[in-house]
C-alpha cells in the first residue's frame, strides 16, 4: 500500500533551518510529484511547493522562494524538504502529499505531518 | 487573505443537507480542477473529491461536487456526526503558477 512517512518532530531556533524527510513506498517513487504543504496552528493549509523525483525538477511558493529547497534521494524513495531563516510564523505542521498528476492539487496520499517549532 | 474564498462555518442537524461554497477567478476554478480535502481534528487532509467531482475510491456517496463557472460546491447529503471536520477546496491557479487553497470551512452537527 501507498505510505508517506515523514520524521520527527523539530524544534528550532529563529533564524536556524529545518530539513523534513518524506519517506514514500509502495509505489515507483519516479512516477508522481511531492508537494509539500503547511499548516499552522488552528489555521487553513498553506501550499509551498513541489518536486517531480524523475527530473528533479521544483517548482515553489513565491513566499517561500529563496528560502525554501526540495531534494530527493531515489535509492531510498525519499523526499525532502528544507526552509531556512526560520521565524516565529514558521511554527507549523508540515505535510507532504503525493501529486497524482503535476501542475494540479490532487492530493491523493499524504504524509502523517511534522510538526516544527521555532522558539528562542 | 487566501486566493479562494469560503465560509468559515457551516452547521446542520442529522440527515440534513449542507453545501459548502468557494470562490475563484478564471485564474484558478475558473479554469482548473477543484478538489475537495476533509479534514478531521488532529489529523492530515484527506482527498474527498477530485476533479470538481470525482469521488475517490471509499468516499461515501453522500459528498459530491459541483463547479460552475468560477464557484464549486461541496454537498454533504444525509449529516451524519462523523461528517464534522474542516473542508478545504483547493485548485491550481495559472497565474500565480501555484497550488491555492481556501481557509477552510468547519462543519458541525447539531
Known amino acids: 500500500q501507498v505510505q508517506l512517512v515523514q520524521s520527527g518532530a523539530e524544534v528550532k531556533k529563529p533564524g536556524a533551518s529545518v530539513k523534513v524527510s518524506c519517506k514514500t513506498s509502495?509505489?515507483?517513487?519516479?512516477?508522481?510529484?511531492i508537494n509539500w504543504v503547511r499548516q499552522a496552528t488552528g489555521q487553513g493549509l498553506e501550499w509551498m511547493g513541489w518536486?517531480?523525483?524523475?527530473?528533479?525538477?521544483?517548482g515553489y511558493a513565491l513566499r517561500f522562494q529563496g528560502r525554501v529547497t526540495m531534494t530527493k534521494n531515489t535509492s531510498i524513495s525519499t523526499v525532502y524538504m528544507e526552509l531556512s531563516s526560520l521565524g516565529s510564523e514558521d511554527t507549523a505542521v508540515y505535510y507532504c502529499?503525493?501529486?497524482?498528476?503535476?501542475?494540479?492539487?490532487?492530493?491523493?496520499?499524504w504524509g502523517q505531518g511534522t510538526l516544527v517549532t521555532v522558539s528562542s | 487573505q487566501s486566493v479562494l474564498t469560503q465560509p468559515p462555518s457551516a452547521s446542520g442537524t442529522p440527515g440534513q443537507r449542507v453545501t459548502i461554497s468557494c470562490s475563484g477567478s478564471?485564474?484558478?476554478?475558473?479554469?482548473?480542477?477543484v478538489y475537495w480535502y476533509q479534514q478531521l481534528p488532529g489529523a492530515a487532509p484527506k482527498l474527498l473529491i477530485s476533479?470538481?467531482?470525482q469521488r475517490p475510491s471509499g468516499v461515501p456517496d453522500r459528498f459530491s461536487g459541483s463547479k460552475s463557472g468560477t464557484s464549486a460546491f461541496l454537498a454533504i447529503s444525509w449529516l451524519r456526526s462523523e461528517d464534522e471536520a474542516d473542508y478545504y477546496c483547493?485548485?491550481?491557479?495559472?497565474?500565480?503558477?501555484?497550488?491555492?487553497f481556501g481557509p477552510g470551512t468547519n462543519v458541525t452537527v447539531l
Open positions: 518536486m517531480n523525483p524523475n527530473s528533479g525538477n521544483t
Open positions: 483547493a485548485a491550481w491557479d495559472d497565474g500565480l503558477f501555484a497550488g491555492v
Open positions: 476533479r470538481n467531482n
Open positions: 478564471s485564474s484558478n476554478i475558473g479554469t482548473n480542477y
Open positions: 502529499a503525493r501529486a497524482n498528476v503535476g501542475f494540479d492539487v490532487n492530493f491523493d496520499y
Open positions: 509502495g509505489y515507483t517513487f519516479t512516477s508522481y510529484d
